[in-house]
């Protein structure tokens, strides 16, 4: 996957156990350098396309994200099938990153080469 951002999730609620912890998401969108980010935040992209994954300027994106099992449950959809169940849909309006939620299999996204980013443009302006 290569660089990558982070995006910190509080209180996210597990579909298996009903419990809310805390996540760090890892993801592959934007300028990847280790950027911290958090619900709300804007996207930051370079100047540099070759230091940016995905593409900027949609009106709304949905992108990957890996994080760990739900600390309460291992879950969300135990038992474990790697490697979907430590996914998280991550959505952007205008990059804005406005919510985030376990990967359910409702968003499939396109097969690409696992380096680059995988995202889905669900909306253009």
């Known amino acids: 996957m290569g660089m990558y951002n982070y995006l910190v999730l509080h ?3 597990c579909p298996r156990c009903g419990h809310t912890a805390d996540h760090t ?3 592959h969108f ?3 350098t280790l950027h911290d980010y958090e619900i709300g935040d804007t996207l930051r992209w370079s100047p540099r396309q070759r230091d940016n994954r995905g593409e ?3 009106h709304r994106v949905v992108t990957e994200g890996l994080t760990g099992a739900h600390p309460d449950c291992d879950g969300p959809f135990g038992p474990r099938r ?3 169940d430590d996914l998280i849909d991550i959505y952007l309006d205008n990059d804005v990153i406005t919510h985030a939620t376990w990967h359910d299999g409702t968003v499939v ?3 690409t ?3 680059r980013s995988t995202f889905l443009v669900l909306d253009t302006p």
């Open 25 to 27: 998401v890892q993801f």
């Open 56 to 58: 900027p300027g949609h």
């Open 82 to 84: 790697w490697p979907d």
């Open 113 to 115: 080469d696992r380096r």
């Open 11 to 13: 209180g996210l609620t």
């Open 109 to 111: 996204y396109p097969e």
């Open 30 to 32: 934007g300028h990847v």
